[in-house]
Structure formats: C-alpha cells, structure tokens
C-alpha cells in the first residue's frame, strides 16, 4: 500500500517512515504532545464508543449546525478538480465523514493526527470505499507549503497543541487565497466533557498495566 503520488509530492525532503501507506514523522514530538498522542490514540481506538447511528446522526447535525453545509458549498467550483482538504487534528475521521463524505470522490483529503489514530480512520475510509490519505505527525510541525489547502479543518484540536494561538497561525497559512478554515476551540471544557476524557484517561491507565 502506498501514498497517492499528490501526497509524496507533498513530503517529499522530509523525514517521515511510510508505513501501511501512512507516511509517520521521524523527529519526536515534545513530552506533552507524546502524552496527547497516547490518549488520544487509545481514545479513537474505542469504535463502539462513537459508531452507533445516534452519535453517527448527531454528529452530522453537530457539523452541519456549526459550519453549514460544506459539502454543498458552491465555492467548491472556483478551486478546480481535486481541490486539497487538510484535516489537522482528523482522530479517527469522524468529523470530515459527517460533513463531506458526499465530495470525496471529487477532493484530495489528507487527515493529519499525532496518533495513531490515523489507522483507525483508514481503516474506516476503506470500509466505505472513500479515497483519502492520511499522515501521522504533529501538525504543528510540519514544512507544508503556505496556501496549498481549499478548505483546512480543525475541529477541537489547536487547544490540545503546546501553544492555541501559535497552532492557530501555523494552520492557518496553509489555506490558499479564497480558501476557507473550519475550526473550533473551547476556551473550558463542559462537565460531560470533563469526565468523558477523565473516563477515558483511567481506561488509557488500566489497560497500560
């Protein structure tokens, strides 16, 4: 299994292993994003614990409520074929499933995680027959060129990075003129919230030992 030819191009000069189809950075990443890395990986392994076709629907209306109907935006039509999507932070896909699964066929999807939760959400492209690729990396420290992404997503994801406002600024210049960035930051997580991670984190705990 190999990388499309687009996204070797992509990465081409810079150290990353490619394995399973999935180029993976060499350089190691700092203690906390490590930490990121263990927790989030574990978390996105747990399918039963976000496939069922409640959190599935609730999902879409979530994405659908905060940024509109991407799939169907007209602007798609004004960055030719094949336009790229960046999905930095993309965990196990599931956000990008609910809003643009209808366009896939038609766009360059590249998910960019620092876990290894980029094979889980292989694992559920190729189960939908959806072309997409994938990198595991931290997204905040790669060499991508400025202005190379149609639409750049990062849903829940620039608050968990060593610094919110440099992240911001790092995946921003990747959007290219006339391109659009989806993305979300809490400033304090809910209660629900809270426990669900700290549930997830003692799960992490328990099966380490």
Request: proline share 6%; aromatic share 10%.
């Given at each position: 299994?190999?990388?499309?030819?687009?996204?070797?191009?992509?990465v081409?000069?810079?150290?990353?292993?490619?394995?399973?189809?999935?180029?993976?950075?060499?350089?190691?990443?700092?203690?906390?994003?490590?930490?990121?890395?263990?927790?989030?990986?574990?978390?996105?392994?747990?399918?039963?614990?976000?496939?069922?076709?409640?959190?599935?629907?609730?999902?879409?209306?979530?994405?659908?409520?905060?940024?509109?109907?991407?799939?169907?935006?007209e602007?798609?039509?004004?960055?030719?074929?094949?336009?790229?999507?960046?999905?930095?932070?993309?965990?196990?896909?599931?956000?990008?499933?609910?809003?643009?699964?209808?366009?896939?066929?038609?766009?360059?999807?590249?998910?960019?995680?620092?876990?290894?939760?980029?094979?889980?959400?292989?694992?559920?492209?190729?189960?939908?027959?959806?072309?997409?690729?994938?990198?595991?990396?931290?997204?905040?420290?790669?060499?991508?060129?400025?202005?190379?992404?149609?639409?750049?997503?990062a849903?829940?994801?620039?608050?968990?990075?060593?610094?919110?406002?440099?992240?911001?600024?790092?995946?921003?210049?990747?959007?290219?003129?006339?391109?659009?960035?989806?993305?979300?930051?809490y400033r304090?997580?809910?209660?629900?919230?809270?426990?669900?991670?700290?549930?997830?984190?003692?799960?992490q705990?328990?099966?380490?030992?």
């Amino acid at each position: 299994m190999n990388p499309p030819p687009w996204l070797l191009d992509l990465v081409d000069g810079h150290d990353f292993e490619i394995r399973d189809g999935i180029p993976r950075a060499c350089t190691a990443s700092t203690v906390s994003q490590a930490q990121t890395a263990a927790a989030f990986g574990f978390k996105w392994q747990q399918r039963e614990s976000f496939e069922s076709e409640t959190m599935l629907r609730l999902t879409r209306e979530h994405v659908t409520d905060r940024y509109g109907p991407i799939a169907a935006a007209e602007w798609w039509a004004e960055h030719g074929p094949n336009p790229l999507v960046i999905d930095a932070g993309c965990g196990a896909g599931l956000t990008a499933l609910a809003m643009l699964e209808p366009i896939f066929p038609r766009i360059h999807y590249l998910g960019i995680d620092i876990s290894d939760a980029v094979d889980v959400a292989a694992e559920r492209f190729r189960e939908r027959g959806l072309p997409a690729a994938f990198m595991q990396a931290d997204y905040t420290d790669l060499s991508l060129p400025d202005g190379i992404a149609t639409f750049v997503l990062a849903e829940g994801t620039l608050h968990h990075t060593d610094d919110t406002r440099v992240a911001f600024h790092k995946v921003a210049r990747l959007v290219a003129p006339g391109g659009r960035f989806g993305f979300y930051i809490y400033r304090r997580k809910a209660p629900i919230r809270e426990r669900s991670e700290e549930h997830t984190s003692e799960l992490q705990s328990h099966h380490d030992l």
